[in-house]
Structure formats: structure tokens, C-alpha cells
């Protein structure tokens, strides 16, 4: 469901209409059908979108407190997906980053933490999303000490995060 196909409703809907009524109860087992394969790749490809945006994902504090709360700094962050993954993957930041307020950007939707609920709104911009903060030296510090030089195979590195994924992580 969570997959950008716009057939992918239909796909659903045929699949389980098979199963309901045409007695194929172990349809989902049949990994030759093509369905099922259309199904488990789309299945895939929105686990590797989960994936990534919890491994790409990259806090920017924003001057200034939260309106009326004057609680501590909020931390904004913008990603892209692929598909619609933001409602399924917020919750991991939200227990990842309990202690923090932040928020979550992409062009479609928006994920909000305040320290005790999680909220959703609309999309915004990259715009929206300071370039640097203050903690960016420390970042770059951070990035320096795990680097790996194996990232200098860029075809091995594009494997693991692909091209797309860079104008986010600079």
C-alpha cells in the first residue's frame, strides 16, 4: 500500500480477489507468479525506502525555540522518498530522538515530534530546511572519525547509497 505504484490498489485488489475467490489460498506462496513477484518487489523496494531514510536522515538545529515554550532547540530534518513511507518510519525517530523536538520534512507530508506525541501535517519544502547549524562542525568531526575508505569505490558506494541520496547528505 505504501508503494507510489498507482496500480497498486488494483494489484492489491486482484491478488486477494484470487485468494477470496478463486481458491488460490496459498497464492502469496507462488513466487512464480507474477502478481506475487510485482507484489514482493514492490514490497522491497518500500523496505529499502524505510531503510534509507532512517540511514540518511540529517538533523539541522533551527535558531530559536518553540513558540511560547522556550524549551530547548528544535531540530528540523527534509527527505525525499520514494514512496510513502513517512507515516511508517516517524515512529523510529520519534523512539530514536525522544529527548528532542524535531520535525521531518518532504514534499508531501511532514512528521513532528514535541517530546510527547507525534503529529503529522502537510508537505513543505527543501527551503524549509536550514543548509548548516551549529552542531555542523561537529557532524563533519563525526563523519570524519567513521569514515570508511572503502567509500572511495564509488561504485561500491553508489550500491549502498545511491546518487540520488547525495544532494541530502552534503
Known amino acids: 500500500i505504501r508503494h507510489r505504484d498507482p496500480e497498486r490498489f488494483a494489484l492489491l485488489y486482484g491478488v486477494l480477489w484470487r485468494i477470496a475467490h478463486e481458491g488460490e489460498r496459498h497464492l502469496l506462496d507462488a513466487a512464480a507468479d507474477p502478481q506475487v513477484r510485482r507484489l514482493d518487489a514492490m514490497s522491497q523496494a518500500v523496505r529499502r525506502d524505510i531503510h534509507k531514510m532512517k540511514a540518511f536522515v540529517r538533523f539541522r538545529e533551527v535558531h530559536g525555540e518553540v513558540e511560547g515554550e522556550g524549551r530547548g ?7 525525499e522518498p520514494e514512496h510513502h ?65 572503502a567509500r572511495l569505490n564509488t561504485a561500491a558506494m553508489k550500491a549502498q547509497m545511491p546518487v540520488k541520496y547525495w544532494k541530502n547528505s552534503a
Open 73 to 79: 532547540p528544535v531540530y528540523v530534518a527534509w527527505f
Open 85 to 149: 513511507i513517512l507515516e511508517a518510519t516517524a515512529p523510529f525517530f520519534a523512539e530514536r530522538f525522544a529527548s528532542m523536538r524535531w520535525s521531518i520534512l518532504t514534499p508531501e507530508a511532514s512528521a513532528h515530534w514535541d517530546l510527547a506525541s507525534l503529529s503529522f501535517g502537510p508537505g513543505a519544502g527543501k527551503r524549509d530546511v536550514p543548509s548548516d547549524d551549529a552542531l555542523e562542525d561537529y557532524w563533519r568531526t563525526y563523519y570524519a572519525s567513521i569514515f570508511n575508505p
